[in-house]
């Protein structure tokens, strides 16, 4: 019901248009070798993702909300839901931005030895976008309507986040764990896969994510 009305109202088509804007700016400014070029895309779509999951929750109205728990059989179901329907929203943004670099040629081969192969760097833009399609859904959830209450909350919320995100992700940080690993992943995506490094960013990105649906879930379950 969520992503029927998602779709059918029209509002998927602002943060797809966004992502698009997005993502030519970004690869028009030339070509880059594929994990860099993916890395920095995730890192840049987290932002549109997050927005995307807010405006997916806010579309349903209070009454409706309400109405959906008792037919899915429970808050929980309901609050699950609403996670799933945002993140399969994310989706197709994630195809586009994996497959448009080859359609504008904003994507290159390694260029010299000890340069990632191209099927290395495509698998760690998977891994990139996939990740934090997860932190972005928790974000965009605690902006929703039904938990901020108020718009300027919930873009406050929002934007805080996107901001606490890029500050505390800078490698000078000295809490970066309370952020999600946006800037780490865009770095761990160039000159090549670290295989520790990838599960210490993927086990914070899941571990944030759930910290934040928590919160998110227990709001919720506060409230009518």
Do not use: C, N
Request: aromatic share 4%.
């Amino acid at each position: 019901m969520r992503l029927a009305g998602f779709v059918q109202t029209g509002r998927a088509g602002a943060p797809l248009l966004a992502a698009l804007v997005v993502l030519s700016v970004l690869y028009g400014g030339g070509q880059a070798q594929a994990g860099e070029a993916y890395g920095v895309s995730a890192a840049v779509l987290f932002a549109v993702l997050a927005w995307q999951t807010k405006i997916l929750l806010d579309v349903e109205p209070d009454v409706q909300r309400r109405l959906s728990r008792v037919a899915v059989g429970g808050a929980g179901r309901e609050i699950t839901a609403g996670v799933v329907a945002a993140a399969l929203a994310g989706l197709p943004v994630i195809l586009i931005a994996l497959v448009l670099p080859w359609a504008v040629g904003g994507v290159t081969g390694p260029e010299k030895a000890g340069d990632p192969s191209l099927g290395e760097g495509v698998a760690l833009g998977v891994w990139a976008h996939l990740l934090l399609l997860l932190p972005a859904v928790g974000l965009g959830a605690l902006a929703s309507r039904a938990v901020a209450g108020q718009a300027a909350r919930g873009l406050a919320v929002l934007v805080g986040g996107l901001v606490l995100a890029i500050v505390l992700g800078l490698k000078s940080s000295p809490a970066p764990w309370l952020a999600p690993p946006v800037m780490t992943t865009a770095r761990e995506t160039v000159g090549g896969a670290d295989l520790a490094a990838l599960a210490v960013a993927t086990a914070w990105g899941v571990l944030w994510t759930a910290v934040v649906i928590s919160i998110y879930a227990r709001l919720r379950l506060s409230r009518p």
